[in-house]
């Protein structure tokens, strides 16, 4: 059993920073290709990013590139997602996600592979 517990988010004006950390319990952590999801008002969950258990396989939404930047600390068991030029569109209930791949290469985008989710934390920014 897996759990998550995002913390970080809150209020910024067009244009800041926000550095958004998920904590994870468990020892399957540092085996795991871990994800950002986010879900605006009305809509369905969207991919945002994902990182392969060593770091070095990255992806990212398009809408993200070149803005959102997702790191790990596997000795911290933690998992990071630092947002600049934040935008009113990057507003929405963002989400950390575990998918245990045994040391695998992959990441993953599709929300419904994910094992383990955390609740959430609000990032809300102004225009």
């Known amino acids: 059993q897996v759990q998550l517990v995002e913390s970080g988010g809150g209020l910024v004006q067009a244009g800041g920073s926000l550095k958004l950390s998920c904590a994870a319990s468990?020892?399957?952590?540092?085996?795991?290709?871990m994800g950002w999801f986010r879900q605006a008002p009305g809509k369905e969950r969207a991919f945002v990013a994902s990182?392969?258990?060593?770091?070095?396989?990255?992806d990212s939404a398009d809408s993200v590139k070149g803005r959102f930047t997702i790191s790990r600390d596997n000795a911290r068991n933690t998992v990071y997602l630092q947002m600049n030029s934040l935008k009113p569109e990057d507003t929405g209930i963002y989400y950390c996600?575990?998918?245990?791949?045994?040391?695998?290469?992959?990441?993953?985008?599709?929300?419904?592979?994910?094992?383990?989710w955390g609740q959430g934390t609000q990032v809300t920014v102004s225009s």
């Open positions: 996600a575990a998918k245990d791949t045994l040391f695998g290469s992959r990441t993953f985008n599709n929300p419904s592979i994910y094992d383990y």
């Open positions: 990182i392969n258990w060593s770091g070095n396989n990255i």
């Open positions: 468990g020892r399957t952590f540092s085996r795991s290709t």
